[in-house]
């Protein structure tokens, strides 16, 4: 018996690489054989039924040699899936219906088979539990890992099996976001989650023939596609570029095709989830415990609401006990233009036992939020944050971060209020919104991100400084600009912050040799302001730039992490390497 849960067609990809997915059974019958179908499986489906008679299925093919036809290899693949299904009776959950080609291979009685569409199964009621398996045939890569699994924890039977076949990258070599799961992060976010690896097949080898067999087919027929469907001729070229390139991702290991089977071992005490927004009221109670004070909701919008953000928890039952979040930040690395994110809130309830240990809810959520966001392929390429040391041992201790740079704090007495007669001080406001205070802006970070090519650095341009301080929900910033006297020349932005510690200096805009210039006039506001002293927190490798300014100069106890866990650049690459200041924290 089979049951499809939900008709929908699947949604298709924008990617042209993938020809997966999206099926149909045409034959030479069909009047229009590929209208229901979009881009680029329109092109698939009639290539193959120009070159074979019959477009029964689009997923890729098991080419035991290269004499046989696409047909017969994807009824390899057919064989091979139905091989590793357990005897009847069974209750199987097929995530990814097309036209039901996998779900007609399991129509003999004692199979009771459902059909899912991948974007039914987050919302999908666990009121249906108690499967048997749950396959996911070249549908995997369209869902995020976590909800696979946590799914599956919830749909499955005990000692239920977890089916993944199709595509995953093996290796992730470059900064462009890559749209395939890493094999072994599968692997590894499954076995900590209560699953053990039963199966690990790889069918690499065999599935790679199939961009060879389309990209003969689409040559082939290469006019026809583009009468047939009125395309242009430039789509079909940069298809077959794709798959071209793709193809060679396969010869030099980068991607490759597998069957993944697990078996439900354990039910997990904690469970790992994505936060979600109607979800921060757990937050805001976790944070209070924790920190002993209180996020705001107008905070948490600024910080996560405003900003490309991601955030993990760890839950017991219904009850938040951890928190790993992480806020995008554009930077410069070493001199090109890339996406950091900023790690923030990172938290665990201290009454749960063994929240330090390697399979406790800290190493649980931060092994996967690097595994999901940091490193080559990933949605940001290096992340950064402001750990103790003591934190920072337990991160390297689990192979998780390592060192880059540390923090150090120079200190100054304030001066007396007289004016600088060669320049003079202009009060920035969130009302100078004008086109002129965005060029002068602007032109101070340019100058200074010349000085810093072969550092990183995250963008200081005004609309980060409109985002960053001027809009702050609830702390005060005195933004001023500094300009000569009698002429129009700017000579930086310096960005003040005064509280019961003094008057600090949490960031500054201007080139690395106006430093002096802007401590001196940071210091006379100090004193204009009865301050008793003024300091900057500055990553120590840029420190001795502001040794001209003199000061006292201490070490603080805030270390910069870097990722270790995955293919990420190395800590090597990046120690000694970050500018950082209290402006690039989230808490001063």
């Known amino acids: 018996m089979t049951k499809s849960i939900n008709h929908n067609p699947i949604q298709s990809t924008q990617h042209y690489r993938q020809a997966t997915h999206a099926t149909a059974s045409i034959t030479a019958a069909s009047s229009s054989p590929c209208e229901a179908l979009a881009f680029p499986f329109n092109i698939y489906a009639h290539a193959l039924h120009l070159h074979e008679g019959i477009a029964s299925d689009l997923h890729f093919g098991l080419f035991q040699n290269d004499k046989i036809s696409m047909r017969t290899a994807q009824q390899s693949t057919h064989e091979l899936l139905r091989s590793k299904l357990p005897p009847s009776p069974c209750r199987i959950l097929e995530v990814g219906i097309g036209s039901g080609t996998i779900s007609s291979l399991l129509n003999p009685p004692g199979y009771d088979v459902s059909g899912i569409t991948v ?4 919302t999908l009621n666990t009121e249906a539990k108690g499967f048997d398996i749950i396959l996911f045939k070249e549908s995997a890569q369209y869902i995020d890992q976590l909800v696979i699994i946590n799914k599956a924890l919830d749909l499955l039977s005990p000692s239920g099996q977890l089916i993944v076949m199709g595509e995953f990258a093996l290796k992730h070599n470059t900064t462009h976001l890559e749209n395939l799961h890493l094999l072994k992060n599968m692997i590894m976010l499954a076995e900590r989650s209560g699953f053990e690896l039963t199966e690990n097949l790889d069918l690499s080898a065999l599935a790679a023939p199939t961009f060879d067999y389309l990209l003969q087919a689409i040559s082939t027929y290469r006019q026809k596609l583009i009468r047939d469907l009125f395309l242009n001729p430039e789509q079909l070229t940069q298809l077959e570029q794709s798959n071209r390139i793709n193809r060679e991702k396969y010869t030099h290991g980068e991607y490759g095709y597998a069957l993944l089977r697990f078996r439900k071992k354990t039910t997990p005490q904690w469970r790992l989830q994505p936060l979600k927004e109607n979800q921060k009221h757990k937050l805001f109670d976790l944070f209070k415990k924790t920190f002993n004070h209180t996020m ?14 991601h955030a993990l928890g760890v ?3 219904d009850k938040l006990i951890a928190h790993y979040g992480g806020v995008a930040r554009q930077i410069l690395f070493f001199g090109q233009p890339q996406t950091a994110v900023q790690i923030a809130d990172v938290m665990v309830d201290t009454s749960e036992r063994g929240i330090l240990t390697r399979k406790g809810p800290f190493f649980l959520m931060t092994a996967a939020f690097l595994e999901h966001y940091i490193g080559y392929g990933k949605p940001y390429l290096i992340g950064f944050g402001f750990p103790n040391e003591r934190h920072m041992k337990i991160a390297e201790r689990h192979g998780l971060y390592g060192e880059v740079g540390k923090m150090v704090e120079i200190t100054w007495s304030p001066l007396s209020k007289f004016p600088h007669w060669r320049t003079r001080l202009l009060p920035i406001t969130p009302l100078d919104n ?5 060029l002068i802006v602007n032109e101070c970070w340019q100058q ?10 995250g963008v200081r341009d005004w609309a980060y400084i409109q985002y960053r301080y001027l809009n702050h929900p609830t702390q005060h910033y005195q933004v001023v600009l500094i300009k000569n006297r009698g002429g129009d020349q700017t000579r930086g932005v310096l960005i003040l912050r005064y509280d019961a510690h003094g008057c600090e200096i949490v960031d500054f805009i201007a080139p690395l040799a106006e430093i002096p210039l802007l401590v001196l006039h940071a210091r006379r506001l100090a004193g204009i302001n ?3 002293r003024l300091f900057c927190r ?10 001209v300014a003199r000061g006292t100069r201490k070490t603080l ?3 910069i992490p870097a990722s270790t866990w995955d293919n990420a650049p190395s800590i090597d690459s990046l120690r000694n390497h970050w500018w950082l200041m209290s402006g690039d924290t989230d808490f001063r």
Request: hydrophobic fraction near 40%; charge should be negative.
């Open 448 to 457: 200074m991100a010349n000085d810093l090519q072969t550092a990183l650095v």
């Open 557 to 559: 106890d805030i270390r």
């Open 296 to 309: 705001t909701p107008a905070t948490w919008q600024w910080k996560y609401g405003a900003n490309p953000s």
């Open 434 to 438: 004008t086109a002129q205070t965005t």
């Open 538 to 547: 500055i990553t120590e490798n840029f420190a001795a730039h502001f040794a």
């Open 530 to 532: 009865g301050q008793q």
């Open 119 to 122: 974007d039914m199964l987050e």
């Open 315 to 317: 839950w017991r039952r």
